[in-house]
């Protein structure tokens, strides 16, 4: 099957004419893009159909507008998504064997929803994606890119409403299975805690199982999927109200059990070195201890980012 893009963005192209929005301004006039438009094997696409048949039999699923409906009775050579929707749509269609490393997975209906070309391309990569171009052609008997394999230890710093919760979500979001480890409190005696957290299980993928946790060490080394684990610093809080006399046996152990890690791990933890010097005792030794532990986890892990305002800041 041979899929040529004549165009790969949303529905009123990217930059959207007239919009004044940071992303349609900022787009270089090289990356400006026509609205999604291709044909298969020589014949226009209807884009109104979620699958595409090519002369040989193969299947192209369009998954942009049918994301929720998509049919999954087969293989298939190729798949269009939305970046939007992209992470439900793959973690889904991963998850029923419906696409291989030989399925070329297409970003397209691609607009001002992205931040920028940058915040595409990084998708695509966390996501295993390729973002075509306009004009440009695929071939599906062509092997795709292999997918960059998930790194074994992320970590992402952060202060309070930063996005550092968001940004990990975003991390696994494509992932067929993934286990959410939550270290806080539940706060069942606590109403405004329990909003916080119901707001926190709401965004997260329906697929997800969750546990909650202050086990990281056991719940690490018995992984059996990626884990995100938020946050280091609500179990290390945790950690020095029950067992204060213990704290440095269990982070010995955490440190021990993320270098053997025997899956991806997406770890949140805050930066609390930034503001004013606590006014307690038990407040400055949590902001040493979890600064100390930080740095820790940071010298044993791939990844490690800070995230400011929703930005993210490489380490």
């Not at 798949?79 to 793959?90: G, I, M, S």
């Not at 391309?121 to 306009?134: F, K, N, P, S, Y």
């Not at 609500?234 to 899956?263: K, N």
């Amino acid at each position: 099957m041979k899929i040529l893009f004549t165009g790969t963005a949303g529905q009123y192209g990217w930059p959207e004419p007239g919009c004044r929005c940071a992303s349609c301004l900022s787009l270089p006039q090289s990356a400006w893009r026509a609205p999604l438009a291709l044909f298969v094997d020589g014949t226009p696409a209807d884009l109104r159909r979620p699958i595409i048949t090519g002369t040989a039999g193969d299947l192209l699923l369009n998954a942009t507008p049918f994301a929720d409906t998509a049919p999954a009775e087969a293989s298939y050579a190729a798949v269009l998504v939305d970046p939007t929707t992209a992470p439900h749509v793959l973690a889904d269609l991963r998850r029923k064997g419906l696409i291989s490393d030989a399925t070329h997975l297409l970003a397209a209906a691609l607009d001002h929803r992205t931040r920028s070309e940058a915040d595409l391309t990084r998708h695509c990569i966390l996501w295993g994606l390729q973002a075509v171009q306009d004009g440009q052609e695929v071939d599906t008997a062509t092997p795709p890119t292999p997918r960059t394999p998930l790194p074994l230890r992320t970590l992402l710093l952060g202060g309070s409403r930063s996005g550092k919760s968001a940004e990990a979500e975003l991390r696994l979001a494509a992932e067929p299975y993934v286990t959410y480890v939550a270290t806080g409190p539940t706060g069942d005696d606590d109403p405004e805690w329990r909003t916080r957290v119901e707001a926190h299980r709401s965004r997260r993928p329906a697929h997800w199982t969750t546990t909650e946790t202050t086990e990281l060490a056991k719940t690490i080394a018995e992984a059996t999927t990626p884990l995100l684990i938020d946050g280091i610093g609500s179990w290390l809080a945790t950690l020095q109200w029950r067992e204060p006399t213990r704290v440095a046996d269990h982070c010995d152990a955490l440190i021990e059990a993320w270098r053997r890690t025997p899956q991806p791990i997406v770890a949140v933890s805050d930066e609390v070195g930034l503001g004013v010097i606590p006014a307690t005792a038990s407040g400055r030794a949590f902001r040493d201890a979890l600064g100390r532990l930080n740095q820790r986890l940071a010298a044993e892990s791939e990844q490690v980012a800070l995230v400011i305002a929703g930005r993210l800041l490489p380490l």
